[in-house]
Structure formats: C-alpha cells, structure tokens
C-alpha cells in the first residue's frame, strides 16, 4: 500500500463529495460522511442555507477558477453536530448543464479541540485580567487607606498639638493659682472663712483642670493612643486622697464619706496611680455631684492574688437620685447627660464616665453599675496591678534633709511654689532657670533629685536630661519632668531621654510629695 493508497483511504474516510445542478438538484454523493438519499427529491439549497445565500456568487463562478473555501462550518445532519470545511466548485468536464461540485471535509473533532483551547486561553486571559483587576482594586484600596491613615494622623496631630496649646495655656497658671492658694493655705490656720474661700478656689481650679483632662484624655482615646504608666504608689493613700478631696468641699456636713480598705490589701502595688486617681475621682465626683445629701462610701478589696499581681475591686455607692433603666443604659454614651434638667442642675461635659469606661477597659479591667431611682447607685471596679519584686519603707525627716533636690523651671512662679513646698518638708532645694544652667549645676554637684521642666528657653529639658545622663556628677540622680501637657509621644520622648517619672501641672502638694518620696526611697 503506497501513499497514495493512504491519501485515498483516508480522504474516504473524512471526505464527502456531492455533486448537484444549477437548481439545487443533487445528482451524485458519495456518502461518505453521511446519506444523502433523503435530500435526492430535496433542494441541497434547503437542506444547506450557506450555499443558498451564496447562489449568486456561485453562479457568477466560472469552470476551472479557485474554489470558494469555508472553514469550520457548523451544521446539523442526521441528529449531529458536525464542524466541516466545504468547499464549492464549477465542474470542469460538464457541456449541456451548470454543475457544481460540494467538498465536504470532516474536522469536527480537530474544531472543538480548538475551541478547546481557546476557551481554555479565554479563561486563563480572563482570569489574569480578573487577578490584576483584585491587585489593582487592592493597590487602590491600600493607598485610599494609606490617605484615610495619613489623614487620620494629620487631623490627630492637629487635634493633639492644639489640645496640648490649650492644655499648656490653661494648667500653667492654673497651676500658679493653685500652688499660691496652698502656700497661702498653709499660713492661714486660724481664718476659718479665709480658709473656706481658699478651698473654693482650689476647687474650681481643680474642675476646670479636670474638663481640660477630660477633653484630652477622649481626644487620645478615639486616636488609640493612650499611655499607661507602671510606678509604685501607696494604694491606701490613692484611694484616701481621691475620697479626701470630696469631703473636705463638703462644709455643710449634709453628706457622709465612708472608706472601708480591707486590711490584707498590700500596701504598695505598681501601676498608673494617675489614671486610677481619675477614675475614683470621676465616680465619687459623680456621687457627689447626684447626692445632696446621704452617703457615699468608697470599699476597696481585694479579689484575687498571684506572686506578680494583685486584682483589686473597687466600689463607690451613694444614696443619691439614682438612674432608671432607660438612663442607665446610656450612662456610658459620650456627651450624654441624664436630661437637660440634669444638665442645667448639675453640670459637666458628659465626657467623664465615657472615658472612665474606655480607660478601664484599656487596662483589661470591668466596670459595672446597678442603680435604683431615688435610691443611689453603685459603681464596681476591678483593675489588676502588678505587685512590686521589693518592700519599700517610708522615708524619714533625716533623709529628707540629706537629699539634694534640682528644680528646673524658667517660670518664676512655678519655682517659688515648687520651691516652697518642698522646703516646708526639709528638702534641700537648689534652683536652675534654664536647660543650660542645670547642665552646669548637675555637672559639678552630686543631686540625688531632679525637678526637670519641658518647655524652657535656650535648652529644653528632655535636651538637658540627655546631657546630664551623658556625664557629670548628677548622671545619676533620679529625675521627674515637670509637664503642662499630658502628650503621650512626649511622655515617651521623656523617659527616652533618660527620665525616669513625670508630674503633670498643676500638682498639688500632696501629689508632689508623694513623688518626690517614692523617687527618693
């Protein structure tokens, strides 16, 4: 069998040859691919509609030229689906009549493996359009959030750097206010209506610092970018002070003050002392501000106990006008008051429990509340603290008058009170004016203390800290800024440069003690 054999057997076997008139009149077929005995009475241009829309170029075709060629022509025969390339001729040989030769080639299966593949490439171009349409809306959606984050940022640091302004503008002479009521309070002993007038004073610079804290403290909050220290403190003192506080502003003797400390709590623990001050001050202040008379008691115990921590509860009841169900559920809502009437009796930004929630919450503690109209209400805390690795003893009047003290504050007034207040305890207090006289002085003398202030002239303190912890003979004194903001990447940059505690203005003589002991035991 030669290749021409081959070549005719397989012609025979995928190619199918009609021939049919002018007319449509098929005259021969050889069947290969299919019969064509039942379109012999037919009209191949019925049973083909390709070659009937083609009938005036056909015939327009003369014997001998190119045949016209269709490739992957679909068509229907015998209940099947065949793919075919045909191909239409004039016979040469014919003499009396117009006869057209039909060559019909079978690749119906070398056309779906095509189409195969092309749905296959479809797919695969469609799906790498569909990746790089994700990647692309991903890219997109990156950078929006990148704008929205630096945005975010943008707003937050215009928010913080004027609420630092403010914050710096208000406390410094609220603190010159404050530190001067106190000295003066502690000349006037015999002046009961002096002493009275004094108070009131201390009192309304403590509230306004405390809706100044307030705004700050919310503005970090919604930002995320609340810091809590860990410091020693005396836990009984905290608690006795924020509980003080109040009932000394309570001249008429109408309402009762009530502290029940368990004895097995210790009496040193670590944490934010300032954060828990404000939050007991916030909730007994609330107390207050719903009880005009009646009582109000703060209980604090203790609820469990590791070798590192200590969890404490602390509960403040009154027997004020209480809440109904409806108030109670938004007592925590920001900027929400019990009523206008409320609002208009009693006061406050409706900033206060909000934030006294959230701050809680921050350092993985609870906060609840049950409350009965005309009843009282009560708040229950629990905040867990680590436990200090030593005992720490208080210090005596011998050591007080041994230690050397640095005060550093371009503020006149600030230093006098500072000043003054520490001298009434026996403190040896020497003062600098600037960053670059503390540099000078903690360089030639040994101070075991130092009161450093941000904001100066000439040489800032956390320059200054970075200086002195570098060499000199104070490299390793203890020291405390002094700050009249409450900035968080301030703090930060304090304790970077080597500090190792900060006071916010304005302090109280009390809170000023409290610090200086603790850095100086």
Not at 15 to 44: P, V, Y
Not at 312 to 333: H, P, W, Y
Not at 376 to 402: D, H, M, R
Request: with cysteine; net charge negative.
């Amino acid at each position: 069998m030669n290749i021409y054999d081959y070549k005719a057997a397989y012609l025979n076997n995928v190619c199918q040859i009609i021939r049919f008139n002018a007319e449509g009149q098929i005259l021969e077929s050889c069947n290969t691919l299919f019969s064509c005995q039942q379109l012999l009475d037919a009209n191949i241009y019925d049973a083909f509609p390709l070659l009937d829309s083609m009938r005036d170029t056909m015939a327009a075709m003369a014997a001998g030229e190119s045949p016209m060629v269709f490739r992957c022509v679909e068509m229907e025969i015998d209940q099947r689906e065949w793919l075919l390339d045909i191909s239409v001729s004039v016979q040469p040989d014919t003499i009396n009549e117009r006869v057209y030769l039909l060559l019909m080639t079978d690749n119906t299966e070398h056309y779906m493996q095509l189409r195969v593949l092309q749905q296959q490439r479809n797919q695969s171009v469609i799906s790498q359009e569909y990746a790089e349409l994700q990647n692309r809306a991903m890219r997109a959606e990156k950078e929006l959030l990148h704008l929205k984050n630096t945005e975010l940022e943008r707003t937050y640091k215009y928010k913080t750097d004027f609420y630092a302004h403010i914050s710096h503008e208000i406390r410094t002479p609220i603190h010159g206010i404050t530190g001067i009521t106190q000295l003066l309070k502690n000349r006037i002993t015999d002046d009961a209506e002096a002493a009275l007038y004094l108070d009131t004073i201390l009192a309304s610079s403590r509230h306004l610092v405390g809706i100044v804290n307030e705004l700050l403290d919310y503005a970090k909050i919604e930002a995320g970018k609340m810091v809590f220290e860990e410091i020693n403190f005396d836990l009984q003192q905290t608690c006795k002070a924020a509980l003080l506080l109040f009932s000394y502003q309570n001249k008429e003797g109408k309402t009762a003050f009530n502290l029940e400390f368990d004895s097995d709590l210790p009496k040193y623990l670590i944490g934010d002392e300032r954060r828990l001050s404000q939050v007991l001050y916030n909730l007994i202040g609330n107390a207050v501000k719903f009880t005009p008379e009646g009582r109000i008691s703060l209980t604090v115990k203790k609820m469990r106990e590791t070798d590192d921590d200590c969890t404490i509860c602390f509960k403040i009841c009154d027997t004020g006008i209480g809440m109904n169900a409806e108030q109670l559920s938004r007592i925590f809502v920001p900027y929400t008051q019990l009523g206008k009437d409320t609002f208009q009796r009693y006061g406050g930004t409706g900033l206060g429990l909000s934030i006294v929630q959230q701050m809680i919450e921050l350092q993985n503690g609870t906060i609840t509340v049950t409350s009965e109209p005309q009843k009282g209400t009560c708040f229950n805390v629990e905040l867990t603290f680590l436990k200090p690795q030593k005992s720490y003893k208080e210090i005596n009047t011998e050591q007080l008058a041994e230690a050397k003290v640095l005060l550093v504050d371009d503020d006149l007034v600030n230093r006098t009170i500072a000043h003054t207040l520490l001298s009434q305890k026996g403190l040896n207090v020497k003062l600098a004016e600037d960053g670059v006289q503390a540099v000078e002085m903690a360089s030639e003398e040994p101070f075991n203390l130092i009161l450093m202030d941000l904001h100066m002239p000439q040489m800032d303190g956390i320059e200054a800290v970075k200086i002195i912890r570098q060499d000199g003979a104070s490299r390793d004194a203890r020291i405390i800024a002094l700050t009249a903001t409450d900035d968080p990447d301030e703090l930060v940059a304090c304790m970077n440069a080597g500090m190792n505690d900060h006071l916010p203005k304005p302090f109280e003589q009390e809170s000023l003690y409290r610090k200086v002991i603790g850095a100086l035991v």
